[in-house]
């Protein structure tokens, strides 16, 4: 499988997690996901960082821009990495069949 087909594949995966499932990402997870996905579709950071009240948006800006010169391809490895390390302490039928496909 290709790096675009597994990010792709990882992207859906995670837009399909149910909040309440067995598969629960932290925020600094979540921020990870975030950034790499940011990076791979968008490149760097192009919008002005938020104001001084917008707390969420401004742990989202910071988090891409950490990110700022990683190529699409090393931050679609990057998503996809992220993903698997989630998973794979996660127990389940679902989780390992996950881990399959991106392997």
């Not at 600094?28 to 490149?43: P, R, S, V, W």
């Not at 679609?76 to 390390?85: F, G, I, P, R, T």
Request: aromatic share 10%.
């Amino acid at each position: 499988m290709s790096t675009q087909a597994k990010f792709d594949r990882a992207v859906a995966i995670v837009q399909g997690l149910p909040k309440d499932g067995p598969v629960k990402p932290s925020q600094d997870e979540q921020l990870a996901f975030y950034k790499y996905y940011k990076q791979a579709t968008i490149g760097d950071v192009n919008i002005q960082r938020p104001g001084l009240l917008d707390f969420a948006g401004k742990a989202k800006w910071d988090a891409w821009d950490s990110v700022k010169g990683t190529s699409k391809e090393a931050a679609q490895e990057a998503y996809v990495a992220k993903l698997l390390e989630v998973l794979e302490r996660t127990d389940g039928d679902e989780a390992k069949k996950w881990i399959e496909e991106l392997k």
